[in-house]
């Protein structure tokens, strides 16, 4: 895979890509020799390369698929997905997949075929970033009305699927919204102080109750394992908002369980919210 425009490599992309500017990533695939005895799939049945863009910040994604067609002995297909720059912030995430008609093996007819069948899929989507962003917590400006969102000054999304050992930049994200004029004074640090006090107290409070809400699934050992391990984690994270809140990370997480308007207070104290007007 590869981007025709802008004509750069992958790893250049967020030095390269304005907010805006339109992408066209090229996707090509060989099938070997062997994929059709091991398939049981015969030459004449069709069979389909499907890549797809997805960006989880626009909540959008585009679509491309081509047939493969044998050229000089080769069985090979090539697509191009085109991207809107307007419509898209932070990242993507490519998945390239192989369609066609699956021998199931089931002994009645109707069943033996499955004729959009999943023959081959990448292990995990290619993440490709369209910024870098050093110390400063993930923060992106869009439009909520284009994205679909509440209309709102800013909202604290944490991906559904975060875990523990996520890097906190893909578990966790500040969005901005630029419809409106506080969300101008945000990205320009001209809002009042108590704005910024909020966001942050939404912050302490949205990773914290994502990561009680996933918890069953993780015991306590492997959570701080994953915060000791990676300091960049959204584990680590997670442990320092609760240190911040004057709890350790268990206490944090049963608060979030049993009382969360509790933690929605003391995360306001925390971040000294309208301190400065009492």
């Known amino acids: 895979m590869s981007l025709l425009s802008p004509a750069v490599s992958l790893e250049e992309l967020p030095d ?4 805006g500017q339109d992408l066209v990533f090229h996707i090509t695939s060989e099938l070997s020799p062997e994929f059709w005895t091991e398939t049981g799939i015969p030459h004449t049945d069709k069979v389909t390369l499907v890549g797809s ?3 989880l910040a626009a909540r959008t994604r585009w679509r491309g698929a081509a047939s493969f067609e044998l050229v000089d002995g080769r069985w090979l297909a090539t697509l191009d997905v085109e991207v809107d720059g307007s419509a898209i912030a932070v990242e993507a995430l490519i998945d390239i997949t192989v369609v066609g008609p699956g021998r199931t093996g089931h002994p009645d007819p109707m069943f033996a075929l ?3 069948a999943r023959l081959w899929t990448l292990p995990s989507a290619i993440r490709v970033p369209f910024e870098r962003l050093g110390d400063v917590f993930p923060t992106s400006a869009v439009s ?4 679909h969102r509440l209309r709102v000054p800013w909202s604290v999304d944490v991906a559904h699927d975060a875990e523990p050992q996520w ?6 994200r500040l969005y ?3 419809d409106m004029l506080v969300g101008e004074q945000i990205l320009d640090g001209t809002a009042p102080r108590s704005i910024f006090q909020a966001i942050q107290a939404d912050i302490f409070c949205a990773v914290l109750l994502h990561l009680a809400s996933v918890r069953d699934g993780y015991s306590m ?3 701080i394992e994953s915060a000791e391990d990676d300091i960049e984690s959204f584990a680590a994270f997670c442990a320092h908002v609760s240190s911040t809140l004057g709890f350790d990370l268990e ?3 049963r608060l979030c369980l049993e009382e969360p308007m509790q933690l929605i207070e003391r995360a306001r104290e925390a971040s000294g919210f309208m301190m400065e007007e009492v």
């Not at 390269?16 to 907010?19: I, L, Q, S």
């Not at 909520?144 to 994205?147: E, G, H, I, P, V």
């Open 221 to 223: 050992t492997s959570i």
């Open 251 to 253: 206490i944090a997480l």
């Open 176 to 178: 901005i919204n630029t």
């Open 167 to 172: 890097g906190l930049t893909s578990a966790v």
């Open 144 to 147: 909520f009305s284009a994205t």
């Open 114 to 116: 499955h004729r959009a």
């Open 16 to 19: 390269v890509w304005e907010p």
């Open 53 to 55: 863009v997805t960006c």
